[in-house]
């Protein structure tokens, strides 16, 4: 068992599982995309926001580290605020999103499409998931409506779509680059 910082620094062992991931817990070390409702923001990142890029969805604040770097909680091969670490965080190996939001509801979904080579031993039951982002939901918009689904396959499709476009335009663009550079040496 890993020894691993509680909140407030002081050292005790802590269990996570994370610890015999065979690709460096790259949803921590290549961290993108995470959602925390503000008081989650103010106790886990707000004294690392100069390290972030933060976009706001109302009340939700979804995070990444700029350059690429790892989650600014990352210390040491070990999560630092493990113990009270984000909901989102406790998710994975499901990742939440947000479907709608108004002024008076919110609708969340959730899949479990990653990578994660530990995720058959991680997975949390669909239960536990629609808890937790539910818990997620009601701090984040207090009193409203929440609505809790699993992403639908014409979500997921869409998602995927997004992706490949994604990771095609960015292999473009290296190459771009790359003849560019080739080209004016």
Not at 49 to 68: C, F, H, M, S, W
Not at 103 to 116: A, F, K
Request: glycine letters at 6%; proline letters at 6%; hydrophobic letters at 35%.
């Amino acid at each position: 068992m890993a020894r691993l910082k509680n909140p407030v620094g002081a050292s005790h062992p802590s269990p996570n599982p994370c610890e015999a991931c065979s690709i460096g817990q790259d949803c921590c070390t290549h961290l993108s995309g995470l959602r925390v409702t503000e008081i989650e923001f103010a106790r886990c990142f707000a004294a690392h926001a100069d390290k972030l890029l933060i976009q706001r969805e109302g009340t939700i604040y979804v995070i990444t580290p700029k350059n690429g770097a790892a989650c600014p909680n990352w210390e040491n091969g070990g999560c630092a605020v493990y113990d009270a670490r984000p909901r989102d965080c406790r998710l994975f190996p499901f990742t939440l999103f947000v479907r709608r939001r108004t002024d008076d509801g919110l609708s969340l979904g959730y899949h479990s499409d990653t990578r994660c080579p530990l995720k058959a031993t991680l997975l949390a039951s669909d239960h536990e998931a629609r808890t937790i982002v539910r818990q997620f939901g009601n701090e984040a918009l207090p009193g409203a409506a929440i609505e809790v689904t699993p992403e639908t396959t014409l979500e997921r499709l869409k998602r995927r779509a997004r992706t490949s476009t994604y990771a095609l335009l960015s292999r473009v663009r290296k190459r771009s680059l790359y003849r560019r550079r080739v080209g004016s040496a």
